[in-house]
């Protein structure tokens, strides 16, 4: 198996990404490291966080899917492979990271939230795409995604929580991007609530994996 599908089955496996934008490489390391005690084996590091080139030198050794989030330019996107990101996401698609990501063979996600997007996508060779921000759709849009595109594959991101985690993979997600409640989790009560938090996730899918 190519190592970019090998990337994605990780991916599919882990059902649950955090998206980790941390207010400076302190918090990023701490929320990723307490996702990782907590079960979360793919954790997006986004290049909105300050010092993020510290929190890849500090992670890439762990047992862990680490890729790069918010990447806005194929320089960033090669930077972000060079530290050590397996898979590259964008906010919106473009095309120029696309043609980067298949040169070197690395899984690019890029942010999607109509047919047109999604086809322009496919044809640039995306297998898996961002829905974002998901929480302006319903679960149901993947189906009718599905519909007129049956080989789309997405993973939703922004607005994922517990309570509607389940919902997406469901109906049909292959993964989904859980953000902003791990970093107030830590935020709020520390490393500690972090990984309670993260722990959570992982039961509330092993739940819907044990029906």
């Known amino acids: 198996m190519l190592p970019k599908y090998s990337v994605y089955q990780e991916l599919m496996d882990a059902k649950v ?3 980790v934008r ?8 701490q929320v990723s490291k ?21 929190v890849f030198k500090e992670l890439r050794h762990m047992n862990v899917l680490l890729g790069a989030g918010s990447v806005m330019d194929p320089e960033t996107a090669r930077h972000a492979i060079l530290s050590g990101a397996k898979f590259i996401v964008s906010s919106h698609f473009v095309k ?12 690019y996600l890029p ?3 109509n047919i047109s997007d999604m086809a322009l996508a496919l044809e640039a060779g995306c ?16 189906k009718s995604v599905n519909g007129p595109l049956p080989n789309v594959r997405i993973m939703p991101t922004g607005g994922i929580s517990l309570k509607n985690m389940n919902d997406w993979l469901d ?11 791990l970093t107030k989790a830590f935020q709020k009560g520390g490393y500690d609530e972090a990984v309670s938090l993260s722990r959570e996730y992982i039961a509330k899918m092993n739940q819907r994996t044990e029906v």
């Open 17 to 19: 990404v955090a998206v």
């Open 96 to 107: 120029e990271i696309a043609a980067l990501c298949n040169r070197y063979s690395v899984p």
């Open 34 to 54: 307490a996702a990782v005690e907590g079960g979360i084996t793919a954790i997006e590091l986004t290049y909105t966080t300050p010092e993020v080139e510290e």
């Open 171 to 181: 109906a049909g997600a292959v993964a989904v991007g859980v953000g902003s409640d």
């Open 22 to 29: 941390g207010q400076n490489g302190h918090e990023a390391i």
């Open 111 to 113: 942010g999607c939230m």
């Open 127 to 142: 297998d898996v795409l961002k829905l974002f921000p998901a929480n302006t759709f319903d679960p149901s849009f993947i």
